[in-house]
Protein backbone atom coordinates (compact mmCIF):
# COMPACT_ATOMS: atom_id res chain seq x y z
CA UNK A 1 0.00 0.00 0.00
CA UNK A 2 2.83 2.35 0.62
CA UNK A 3 4.21 2.00 -2.84
CA UNK A 4 0.60 2.84 -4.38
CA UNK A 5 0.92 6.13 -1.76
CA UNK A 6 4.17 7.26 -2.38
CA UNK A 7 3.42 6.83 -6.61
CA UNK A 8 -0.29 8.58 -6.81
CA UNK A 9 1.41 11.35 -4.54
CA UNK A 10 4.46 12.13 -7.39
CA UNK A 11 1.58 11.26 -9.70
CA UNK A 12 -0.33 14.05 -8.16
CA UNK A 13 2.04 16.51 -7.59
CA UNK A 14 3.30 16.87 -11.00
CA UNK A 15 -0.22 17.07 -12.20
CA UNK A 16 -0.39 20.08 -9.49
CA UNK A 17 2.88 21.57 -11.11
CA UNK A 18 1.31 21.42 -14.41
CA UNK A 19 -1.79 22.80 -13.82
CA UNK A 20 -0.39 25.92 -11.58
CA UNK A 21 1.67 26.96 -14.42
CA UNK A 22 -0.75 26.98 -16.72
CA UNK A 23 -2.78 29.00 -14.24
CA UNK A 24 0.01 31.28 -14.15
CA UNK A 25 0.61 31.27 -17.66
CA UNK A 26 -2.96 32.56 -18.26
CA UNK A 27 -3.43 34.83 -15.89
CA UNK A 28 -0.31 36.48 -17.23
CA UNK A 29 -1.90 36.83 -20.39
CA UNK A 30 -5.28 38.39 -18.79
CA UNK A 31 -3.02 40.73 -16.21
CA UNK A 32 -1.34 42.35 -19.83
CA UNK A 33 -3.93 42.76 -21.39
CA UNK A 34 -6.20 44.19 -18.69
CA UNK A 35 -3.14 46.26 -17.47
CA UNK A 36 -3.42 44.75 -14.20
CA UNK A 37 -0.77 43.10 -11.91
CA UNK A 38 -0.44 39.42 -10.62
CA UNK A 39 -1.09 38.53 -7.09
CA UNK A 40 1.82 38.62 -5.19
CA UNK A 41 2.43 34.74 -4.76
CA UNK A 42 3.13 34.73 -7.86
CA UNK A 43 5.79 37.02 -7.79
CA UNK A 44 7.17 35.35 -4.79
CA UNK A 45 6.89 32.25 -6.30
CA UNK A 46 9.16 33.55 -9.57
CA UNK A 47 12.36 34.61 -7.12
CA UNK A 48 13.14 30.83 -6.40
CA UNK A 49 16.39 30.14 -8.01
CA UNK A 50 17.23 26.58 -9.50
CA UNK A 51 20.66 27.69 -11.26
CA UNK A 52 23.96 28.56 -9.54
CA UNK A 53 24.25 32.03 -11.31
CA UNK A 54 22.01 34.64 -8.87
CA UNK A 55 19.34 36.13 -10.78
CA UNK A 56 17.86 39.43 -9.29
CA UNK A 57 14.24 38.99 -10.54
CA UNK A 58 11.50 42.60 -11.47
CA UNK A 59 8.23 42.19 -10.53
CA UNK A 60 7.00 43.14 -13.16
CA UNK A 61 3.87 42.78 -15.87
CA UNK A 62 3.94 43.84 -19.27
CA UNK A 63 3.75 42.79 -22.71
CA UNK A 64 7.39 41.81 -22.99
CA UNK A 65 6.68 39.65 -20.07
CA UNK A 66 3.98 37.74 -21.90
CA UNK A 67 6.34 37.51 -24.78
CA UNK A 68 8.69 35.69 -23.00
CA UNK A 69 6.57 33.16 -21.28
CA UNK A 70 4.55 32.73 -24.54
CA UNK A 71 7.78 31.58 -26.55
CA UNK A 72 8.74 29.06 -23.49
CA UNK A 73 5.18 27.56 -24.43
CA UNK A 74 6.06 27.44 -27.64
CA UNK A 75 9.36 25.76 -27.16
CA UNK A 76 7.75 23.12 -24.96
CA UNK A 77 5.09 22.34 -27.85
CA UNK A 78 7.43 21.93 -30.72
CA UNK A 79 10.22 20.02 -28.59
CA UNK A 80 7.35 17.75 -27.45
CA UNK A 81 6.10 17.44 -31.09
CA UNK A 82 9.79 17.08 -32.29
CA UNK A 83 10.36 13.74 -30.01
CA UNK A 84 7.57 12.16 -30.76
CA UNK A 85 8.08 12.61 -34.53
CA UNK A 86 11.62 11.22 -34.36
CA UNK A 87 9.67 8.77 -31.99
CA UNK A 88 7.36 7.27 -34.29
CA UNK A 89 9.85 7.77 -37.22
CA UNK A 90 11.88 4.81 -34.99
CA UNK A 91 8.48 2.83 -33.78
CA UNK A 92 6.19 3.17 -36.79
CA UNK A 93 3.49 3.22 -33.55
CA UNK A 94 2.01 6.81 -32.49
CA UNK A 95 0.76 5.45 -29.01
CA UNK A 96 4.20 3.78 -28.28
CA UNK A 97 5.95 7.34 -29.96
CA UNK A 98 3.81 9.55 -27.79
CA UNK A 99 4.96 7.14 -23.96
CA UNK A 100 8.37 7.78 -25.31
CA UNK A 101 8.05 10.95 -25.38
CA UNK A 102 6.14 11.30 -22.15
CA UNK A 103 9.53 9.60 -20.77
CA UNK A 104 11.36 12.00 -21.89
CA UNK A 105 9.35 14.95 -20.31
CA UNK A 106 12.16 16.39 -18.00
CA UNK A 107 15.06 15.96 -20.84
CA UNK A 108 11.86 17.89 -23.19
CA UNK A 109 11.35 20.83 -20.40
CA UNK A 110 15.58 21.21 -20.02
CA UNK A 111 15.62 21.21 -24.34
CA UNK A 112 12.47 23.90 -24.59
CA UNK A 113 14.39 26.02 -21.37
CA UNK A 114 17.72 25.63 -23.50
CA UNK A 115 15.80 26.88 -26.77
CA UNK A 116 14.46 29.61 -25.03
CA UNK A 117 16.82 30.93 -23.75
CA UNK A 118 18.45 31.43 -27.42
CA UNK A 119 15.46 32.70 -28.81
CA UNK A 120 13.96 35.23 -25.92
CA UNK A 121 17.32 37.78 -27.12
CA UNK A 122 16.93 36.90 -30.47
CA UNK A 123 13.08 38.31 -30.16
CA UNK A 124 15.04 41.11 -28.13
CA UNK A 125 17.16 42.08 -30.59
CA UNK A 126 14.74 41.88 -33.91
CA UNK A 127 11.85 43.98 -32.61
CA UNK A 128 13.12 46.85 -30.92
CA UNK A 129 9.83 47.26 -29.13
CA UNK A 130 10.03 44.28 -26.95
CA UNK A 131 13.78 45.12 -25.99
CA UNK A 132 13.83 45.05 -22.00
CA UNK A 133 16.24 45.38 -19.10
CA UNK A 134 14.29 43.35 -16.76
CA UNK A 135 14.59 39.71 -15.59
CA UNK A 136 10.75 38.61 -14.81
CA UNK A 137 9.58 37.11 -11.83
CA UNK A 138 6.43 35.96 -13.47
CA UNK A 139 8.38 34.08 -16.49
CA UNK A 140 10.29 32.58 -13.57
CA UNK A 141 7.70 31.40 -12.32
CA UNK A 142 6.06 29.63 -15.57
CA UNK A 143 9.60 28.20 -15.64
CA UNK A 144 10.23 26.80 -12.44
CA UNK A 145 7.14 24.94 -12.05
CA UNK A 146 7.54 23.42 -15.85
CA UNK A 147 10.52 22.24 -14.91
CA UNK A 148 9.82 20.25 -11.43
CA UNK A 149 6.33 19.24 -12.85
CA UNK A 150 8.45 17.41 -15.32
CA UNK A 151 11.16 15.71 -12.97
CA UNK A 152 7.92 14.92 -10.85
CA UNK A 153 5.95 13.69 -13.88
CA UNK A 154 8.92 11.73 -15.57
CA UNK A 155 10.35 9.91 -12.08
CA UNK A 156 6.20 9.10 -11.97
CA UNK A 157 5.55 7.60 -15.37
CA UNK A 158 9.91 5.44 -14.70
CA UNK A 159 7.50 3.98 -12.10
CA UNK A 160 3.82 3.48 -12.69
CA UNK A 161 3.92 3.30 -16.89
CA UNK A 162 0.76 3.60 -18.20
CA UNK A 163 -2.61 1.70 -17.31
CA UNK A 164 -3.04 -1.50 -19.72
CA UNK A 165 -6.80 -2.65 -20.91
CA UNK A 166 -7.91 -5.05 -18.56
CA UNK A 167 -8.36 -8.91 -20.26
CA UNK A 168 -11.51 -9.70 -20.72
CA UNK A 169 -12.00 -13.81 -20.29
CA UNK A 170 -15.53 -15.27 -21.09
CA UNK A 171 -16.19 -18.22 -19.07
CA UNK A 172 -19.50 -19.89 -20.49
CA UNK A 173 -20.75 -16.80 -22.04
CA UNK A 174 -20.03 -14.96 -18.47
CA UNK A 175 -17.49 -11.67 -19.12
CA UNK A 176 -14.65 -11.91 -16.58
CA UNK A 177 -12.72 -8.74 -16.39
CA UNK A 178 -9.78 -10.10 -14.42
CA UNK A 179 -8.48 -7.81 -11.44
CA UNK A 180 -12.05 -6.20 -11.33
CA UNK A 181 -14.71 -8.00 -11.98
CA UNK A 182 -16.07 -9.51 -8.05
CA UNK A 183 -17.05 -13.03 -7.48
CA UNK A 184 -20.35 -11.66 -6.57
CA UNK A 185 -20.97 -11.49 -10.60
CA UNK A 186 -19.74 -14.87 -11.24
CA UNK A 187 -22.16 -16.18 -7.77
CA UNK A 188 -24.98 -13.74 -10.15
CA UNK A 189 -24.53 -15.90 -13.48
CA UNK A 190 -25.62 -19.50 -11.43
CA UNK A 191 -21.38 -20.14 -10.90
CA UNK A 192 -20.50 -21.77 -7.56
CA UNK A 193 -17.06 -21.80 -5.74
CA UNK A 194 -16.12 -25.85 -4.38
CA UNK A 195 -16.37 -25.52 -0.64
CA UNK A 196 -17.03 -22.43 -0.29
CA UNK A 197 -20.74 -19.83 -0.35
CA UNK A 198 -20.93 -15.47 -0.90
CA UNK A 199 -20.73 -15.11 2.87
CA UNK A 200 -17.42 -17.42 3.85
CA UNK A 201 -14.28 -15.80 4.42
CA UNK A 202 -11.16 -15.34 2.19
CA UNK A 203 -7.90 -14.31 3.83
CA UNK A 204 -5.43 -12.69 1.78
CA UNK A 205 -1.76 -13.60 3.30
CA UNK A 206 0.06 -11.68 1.38
CA UNK A 207 2.84 -13.92 0.81
CA UNK A 208 3.20 -14.30 -2.72
CA UNK A 209 3.75 -11.88 -6.00
CA UNK A 210 1.40 -13.90 -8.34
CA UNK A 211 -1.30 -15.32 -6.05
CA UNK A 212 -3.14 -13.21 -4.07
CA UNK A 213 -6.14 -15.20 -1.29
CA UNK A 214 -7.45 -18.35 -2.16
CA UNK A 215 -7.61 -20.20 -5.22
CA UNK A 216 -10.86 -21.80 -5.70
CA UNK A 217 -11.89 -24.46 -8.18
CA UNK A 218 -14.80 -22.70 -10.51
CA UNK A 219 -18.53 -24.85 -11.10
CA UNK A 220 -21.24 -23.80 -13.34
CA UNK A 221 -23.83 -26.99 -12.55
CA UNK A 222 -21.67 -29.51 -12.04
CA UNK A 223 -19.27 -28.72 -14.67
CA UNK A 224 -15.70 -27.43 -13.75
CA UNK A 225 -14.77 -24.24 -15.60
CA UNK A 226 -11.18 -24.30 -13.88
CA UNK A 227 -9.56 -22.20 -10.47
CA UNK A 228 -9.85 -18.93 -10.06
CA UNK A 229 -8.12 -16.69 -7.28
CA UNK A 230 -10.61 -14.57 -4.92
CA UNK A 231 -8.73 -11.58 -3.70
CA UNK A 232 -10.35 -8.94 -0.93
CA UNK A 233 -9.73 -5.64 -2.26
CA UNK A 234 -8.58 -3.32 0.41
CA UNK A 235 -8.37 -5.80 3.58
CA UNK A 236 -6.61 -8.74 4.43
CA UNK A 237 -9.82 -10.71 4.83
CA UNK A 238 -13.32 -10.35 3.21
CA UNK A 239 -16.67 -12.63 2.11
CA UNK A 240 -15.99 -14.13 -0.53
CA UNK A 241 -19.21 -12.21 -2.75
CA UNK A 242 -16.93 -8.74 -2.36
CA UNK A 243 -14.19 -10.31 -3.68
CA UNK A 244 -11.95 -9.47 -6.71
CA UNK A 245 -11.25 -11.83 -9.24
CA UNK A 246 -7.60 -11.49 -10.01
CA UNK A 247 -6.48 -14.76 -11.60
CA UNK A 248 -7.65 -17.45 -13.97
CA UNK A 249 -5.97 -20.91 -13.91
CA UNK A 250 -8.15 -23.74 -16.70
CA UNK A 251 -6.48 -27.10 -17.69
CA UNK A 252 -7.70 -29.56 -20.82
CA UNK A 253 -8.45 -31.90 -18.29
CA UNK A 254 -10.98 -29.66 -16.06
CA UNK A 255 -13.07 -27.83 -18.32
CA UNK A 256 -14.07 -27.75 -21.78
CA UNK A 257 -11.95 -25.24 -23.24
CA UNK A 258 -14.66 -24.32 -25.84
CA UNK A 259 -16.33 -23.14 -23.24
CA UNK A 260 -13.81 -20.53 -22.76
CA UNK A 261 -12.03 -17.70 -24.28
CA UNK A 262 -9.47 -15.32 -23.70
CA UNK A 263 -10.21 -12.15 -25.41
CA UNK A 264 -12.91 -13.63 -27.28
CA UNK A 265 -10.37 -16.25 -28.76
CA UNK A 266 -11.73 -19.72 -27.59
CA UNK A 267 -8.83 -21.93 -26.54
CA UNK A 268 -9.87 -24.79 -27.89
CA UNK A 269 -8.97 -23.32 -31.44
CA UNK A 270 -5.36 -22.77 -29.82
CA UNK A 271 -2.21 -24.98 -30.54
CA UNK A 272 1.57 -24.74 -29.83
CA UNK A 273 2.18 -23.74 -33.30
CA UNK A 274 0.26 -20.77 -33.00
CA UNK A 275 2.32 -19.46 -30.06
CA UNK A 276 5.75 -20.18 -31.89
CA UNK A 277 4.70 -18.27 -35.14
CA UNK A 278 3.09 -15.87 -34.16
CA UNK A 279 2.95 -12.94 -31.67
CA UNK A 280 0.87 -13.44 -28.01
CA UNK A 281 -0.80 -9.82 -28.84
CA UNK A 282 -1.99 -10.78 -32.55
CA UNK A 283 -2.86 -14.16 -31.28
CA UNK A 284 -5.43 -12.46 -29.04
CA UNK A 285 -6.11 -9.53 -31.19
CA UNK A 286 -4.81 -6.94 -28.32
CA UNK A 287 -2.88 -3.59 -29.02
CA UNK A 288 -1.02 -3.05 -26.00
CA UNK A 289 1.36 0.71 -26.24
CA UNK A 290 3.30 -0.70 -23.12
CA UNK A 291 3.81 -5.15 -23.31
CA UNK A 292 6.71 -7.83 -23.07
CA UNK A 293 6.49 -11.04 -24.40
CA UNK A 294 8.80 -13.84 -23.62
CA UNK A 295 8.70 -17.26 -25.75
CA UNK A 296 10.48 -20.98 -24.18
CA UNK A 297 10.00 -23.89 -25.85
CA UNK A 298 6.84 -24.61 -24.21
CA UNK A 299 5.98 -21.70 -22.17
CA UNK A 300 5.07 -18.55 -23.13
CA UNK A 301 4.52 -15.42 -21.07
CA UNK A 302 2.42 -12.19 -22.83
CA UNK A 303 2.74 -9.05 -19.93
CA UNK A 304 0.76 -5.78 -20.40
CA UNK A 305 2.52 -2.89 -18.52
CA UNK A 306 5.75 -3.85 -17.63
CA UNK A 307 6.51 -1.15 -15.12
CA UNK A 308 5.83 -1.95 -11.12
CA UNK A 309 2.13 -2.10 -10.77
CA UNK A 310 2.40 0.06 -7.61
CA UNK A 311 -0.60 2.40 -9.21
CA UNK A 312 -1.70 0.30 -13.01
CA UNK A 313 -2.43 -3.45 -12.89
CA UNK A 314 -0.12 -5.37 -14.60
CA UNK A 315 -1.95 -7.96 -16.78
CA UNK A 316 -0.27 -11.65 -17.62
CA UNK A 317 -1.77 -14.53 -19.74
CA UNK A 318 0.00 -17.87 -19.34
CA UNK A 319 0.36 -20.64 -22.02
CA UNK A 320 2.48 -23.90 -20.95
CA UNK A 321 2.61 -27.07 -23.19
CA UNK A 322 4.05 -30.69 -22.38
CA UNK A 323 6.99 -32.39 -24.25
CA UNK A 324 4.33 -34.17 -26.61
CA UNK A 325 2.62 -30.20 -27.54
CA UNK A 326 -0.13 -30.79 -25.81
CA UNK A 327 -1.69 -28.09 -23.47
CA UNK A 328 -0.81 -27.83 -19.79
CA UNK A 329 -2.94 -25.16 -18.55
CA UNK A 330 -3.35 -20.98 -19.31
CA UNK A 331 -3.16 -18.72 -16.71
CA UNK A 332 -4.93 -14.89 -17.13
CA UNK A 333 -3.73 -13.16 -13.97
CA UNK A 334 -3.73 -9.30 -12.26
CA UNK A 335 -1.22 -8.04 -9.78
CA UNK A 336 -1.13 -4.89 -8.04
CA UNK A 337 0.46 -3.54 -5.12
CA UNK A 338 -2.65 -3.11 -2.84
CA UNK A 339 -3.16 -6.85 -2.75
CA UNK A 340 0.58 -7.80 -1.99
Known amino acids: MGFFI ?19 YFR ?66 IGKAIFSCLQMQFAVIIAAIILSGIIRPLIRFLIPSYRTKYSYSTTNAFDILMFFYS ?37 DNGFTFKGKNADSEIINTRSDHFSYGEYLELYLGEK ?18 NCTVTSFKVTPDDTNLSAVK ?32 MKGPYYFVLTLQTHDYSLWKRYRIEADFNSDNSLSYYTVMAQHTIWE
Open 262 to 293: INNVALSDLQLSDFENEDLIDIFSLHPIDYDE
Open 6 to 24: STLGFGIFSLLCFILAVYI
Open 151 to 187: FAFTFFISIAGIPAKPVNVQIAETNVIIGSTKASTLL
Open 28 to 93: LLIAVCTFKKLPKWIYTLGHIQITRRAVQYDDITDRPAMIEASVFMVCIILVNIIVTGVNYFKLHN
Open 224 to 241: SFGHVCVTPTWKDSDELK
